[in-house]
């Protein structure tokens, strides 16, 4: 099963608005990912919060981890019809696990005009 | 997408035949990895590699093998191609494999229907 689970699966906002998607993992992480996908695109690397950090901002861009509760929020500021795309978080297990990155399903943002 | 190449972009291939993806980066970063993408299961890793001919399996590894012969090539083989094997496929790289500020780069696909 996926290491970590989005919530919601899809999200519909106007420009402007904020987007708050929320990922769950199940077992102890090293680090924490965000990775935004365009339509038929690879995915483009967002922001990386490690499990000693608590929050982390990049522009519009900010992200929480609570390992307490396994779990982690990307909020978007203001957002523009451009954030449309796909949003995946990847936990990264640190040791010997050589970089690997496990996906959660996503969420789908459309942000309309 | 940072220097990583991936070749066909697109294939149609018969159920039963071998397929090989390709992947080349120009970026000489030392990790290697190739995912298949697939509608309610996100990404999921196929198999690695952490040097030229070190290579090991991932989550969904049955039916494929994969060569790292050189650091920029890392080929994923599909030695009998199945239906359920139809899927979009990424290949990425990442520099380090175990620091904590590490971040992978991932190529544009390859979208494969077996039929």
């Known amino acids: 099963s996926q290491q970590g689970e989005e919530d919601p699966q899809a999200l519909s906002i106007q420009e402007g608005e904020n987007a708050t998607m929320n990922c769950s993992y199940k077992?102890?992480?090293?680090?924490l990912q965000w990775y935004r996908q365009n339509s038929g695109r690879g995915l483009v690397h967002l922001i990386l919060?490690?499990?000693?950090?608590r929050e982390k901002h990049s522009g519009r861009l900010r992200v929480t981890l609570d390992t307490s509760k396994k779990s982690s929020s990307l909020l978007i500021t203001a957002s523009r019809a451009a954030d449309t795309a796909s949003y995946f978080c990847?936990?990264?297990?640190?040791?010997?696990?050589?970089?690997?990155?496990?996906f959660g399903q996503g969420t789908i943002l459309t942000v309309h005009p | 997408d940072a220097g990583i190449t991936q070749s066909p972009r697109h294939k149609v291939t018969e159920t039963g035949t071998p397929v090989t993806l390709r992947c080349h980066q120009t970026?000489?970063?030392?990790?290697m990895y190739w995912y298949r993408q697939d509608p309610g299961h996100g990404l999921r890793l196929i198999h690695y590699?952490?040097?030229?001919?070190?290579?090991d399996k991932g989550e969904v590894s049955d039916g494929y093998s994969v060569s790292r012969s050189k650091t920029e090539d890392f080929l994923l083989t599909l030695e009998s191609a199945t239906s359920s094997q139809t899927s979009v496929y990424f290949c990425?790289?990442?520099?380090?494999?175990?620091?904590?500020?590490?971040?992978?780069?991932f190529g544009p696909g390859t979208r494969l229907l077996v039929l």
């Open positions: 990425a790289i990442s520099e380090s494999g175990q620091d904590a500020s590490e971040t992978q780069y």
């Open positions: 077992t102890s992480i090293n680090n």
């Open positions: 919060i490690r499990s000693n950090e």
């Open positions: 990847a936990t990264n297990a640190g040791g010997t696990s050589y970089g690997k990155l496990t």
């Open positions: 970026e000489n970063h030392r990790y």
């Open positions: 590699s952490y040097g030229v001919k070190d290579t």
